[in-house]
């Protein structure tokens, strides 16, 4: 069995690892420093190591999981046990992350705002006369 794509690994954690490792993202728990090792001995012929890596960077780098790593909040390890503790400088980091993405989102967020054309709301008159001026048109072009 081969497993060549990130969501397809993650479904794969998911699946072997369940208290572990959450596809819905308001459950995900500080995983273990190093785990990464455990999971390339575990899985280091079904996927590929550079996969693991991805996958797991893909996984901590979640809006969800950054919220999660609070100072003191507690690590698990594959079978969901705890596994040490989150420092005040991983948490600190954690926060820095939160607020990039946060600053991205607000920018895309003031981007398609900037984008979004207003709706063209025209007047009663001005409908009338738009509505006059094809008929005249139309008047012209039947007549020629």
């Not at 890596?53 to 999981?65: E, F, I």
């Not at 005040?88 to 993405?101: F, P, V, W």
Request: hydrophobic fraction near 40%; aromatic fraction near 6%; include cysteine.
């Amino acid at each position: 069995m081969s497993i060549n794509q990130v969501g397809e690994v993650l479904r794969f954690l998911c699946s072997r690892f369940p208290k572990t490792f959450f596809a819905y993202q308001v459950k995900r728990r500080p995983l273990k420093l190093g785990i990464h090792r455990e999971l390339e001995t575990i899985l280091g012929e079904t996927v590929d190591r550079k996969l693991i890596h991805r996958t797991l960077r893909t996984y901590v780098s979640n809006y969800c999981y950054l919220r999660s790593q609070k100072i003191g909040a507690e690590r698990i390890d594959l079978n969901g046990n705890p596994a040490g503790v989150v420092t005040a400088e991983e948490a600190e980091n954690a926060k820095k992350s939160l607020a990039g993405i946060n600053a991205k989102r607000k920018q895309k967020r003031l981007a398609l705002k900037e984008k979004k054309p207003e709706p063209r709301r025209d007047g009663l008159a001005a409908l009338r006369e738009a509505a006059a001026a094809r008929r005249r048109q139309a008047a012209a072009g039947g007549a020629a």
